[in-house]
């Protein structure tokens, strides 16, 4: 029964990731929306590119600690499970290269270069999750 119950746990805790994931990939969307607010000048006036970086930065870390929890409890490390969920973080983090904090600026063709890499981690990482979970 013990086997069963650990078996239960490991997939309840997969959907959960799987949710957050889905979650996080929903507010990293949102701040590409609240960049283009940004350019057009429609957003909050104290709301700048460095602002929005500094809470991208936040929610980013936050979910690098739960993915880096849940790979540590099932063993994940050297896999492609671990390589895909890393290479979306890098993509993430890659996309904050192309902002001018200091001129409230951002370079569209490479963020949507970035986006467009964002997109294809994703989607990589979600494909090697339905490979984990069979």
């Known amino acids: 029964m013990n086997f069963m119950n650990a078996e239960r746990t490991h997939v309840l805790e997969t959907n959960v990731f799987v949710e957050r994931f889905l979650t996080y990939r929903d507010v990293f969307v949102e701040y590409f929306k609240t960049m283009n607010l940004i350019e ?4 909050l006036t104290y709301e ?4 929005l970086a500094d809470n991208y930065v936040y929610n980013i870390k936050r979910f690098i600690k739960l993915g ?3 790979v540590s409890k099932y063993h994940l490390e050297n896999t492609k499970f671990y390589d895909s969920l890393n290479n979306y973080f890098v993509a993430l983090i890659d996309a904050l290269n192309y902002l001018d904090y200091e001129q409230n600026v951002v370079n569209k063709p490479q963020v949507a270069q970035a986006r467009a890499v964002i997109r294809d981690r ?3 990482f979600m494909n090697e999750v339905q490979s984990y979970i069979g």
Do not use: K, L, P, V
């Not at 057009?40 to 957003?43: D, W």
């Not at 700048?48 to 602002?51: G, L």
């Open 122 to 124: 994703e989607a990589n």
């Open 48 to 51: 700048t590119y460095s602002r």
């Open 40 to 43: 057009r000048g429609e957003a």
């Open 68 to 70: 880096n929890s849940y």
